[in-house]
T-cell receptor, first 112, second 113 residues
Framework: GENVEQHPSTLSVQEGDSAVIKCTYS??????FPWYKQELGKRPQLIIDIRSNVGEKKDQRIAVTLNKTAKHFSLHITETQPEDSAVYFC???????????FGAGTRLTVKP | EAGVAQSPRYKIIEKRQSVAFWCNPISGHATLYWYQQILGQGPKLLIQ????????DSQLPKDRFSAERLKGVDSTLKIQPAKLEDSAVYLCASSLGSSSGGTFGSGTRLTVV
């Protein structure tokens, strides 16, 4: 959706390196930000999310950071593995936290 | 818990024909979403239900698309008549509330020829 910008569109890293994907949103009232992983031919799966009352959330090798002032949030994957290869989508809601808008996606390739 | 069920998995129709998709959300999930995902793009929200009421349908092409969730559980999405550009995967998702991550179904891949 036009309210969520996601960069980069493609990202290639070597196994073991870190990967960072960034998203910006437009509605300052948004307070919930999920990240989804979609493997080829499969459904999007929620991998991590963050609410606006915290600045960072971590789950093993995955972390999300949120800067509400700048209206951007990022996904960080450390010690990447080939199975991390997929398309990653960020999302942010509009209008009283309904109407979830997705970014255009980032195709991550982790080279063994 | 059982996931979000969708049917059919695949559908091929000719342009100007009609098609309907069905979704059964996770039990107890009040919020249900229909998304359209064109190849290479992110999911685009078509309509969002809270129980049996429509919360948002601003991106639903209402001249040809319709959706209902009569009893606040299952939902159907209909396209009538279909156009070539409607070829996409139609994803249903559900969540406990409107401000939480949705769980997606496997989707219906529609091809309009």
């Amino acid at each position: 959706g036009e309210n969520v910008e996601q960069h980069p569109s493609t990202l290639s890293v070597q196994e073991g390196d870190s990967a960072v994907i960034k998203c910006t949103y437009s509605d300052s009232a948004s307070n919930y930000f999920p990240w989804y992983k979609q493997e080829l031919g499969k459904r999007p799966q929620l991998i991590i999310d963050i609410r606006s009352n915290v600045g960072e959330k971590k789950d093993q090798r995955i972390a999300v950071t949120l800067n509400k002032t700048a209206k951007h949030f990022s996904l960080h994957i450390t010690e990447t593995q080939p199975e991390d290869s997929a398309v990653y989508f960020c999302a942010a809601p509009r209008y009283n936290n309904n109407d979830m808008r997705f970014g255009a996606g980032t195709r991550l390739t982790v080279k063994p | 818990e059982a996931g979000v069920a969708q049917s059919p998995r695949y559908k091929i129709i000719e342009k100007r024909q009609s098609v309907a998709f069905w979704c059964n959300p996770i039990s107890g999930h009040a919020t249900l979403y229909w998304y359209q995902q064109i190849l290479g793009q992110g999911p685009k929200l078509l309509i969002q239900f809270q129980n049996n009421g429509v919360v948002d349908d601003s991106q639903l092409p209402k001249d040809r698309f319709s959706a209902e969730r009569l009893k606040g559980v299952d939902s159907t999405l209909k396209i009538q008549p279909a156009k070539l550009e409607d070829s996409a995967v139609y994803l249903c998702a559900s969540s406990l509330g409107s401000s939480s991550g949705g769980t997606f179904g496997s989707g219906t891949r529609l091809t309009v020829v």
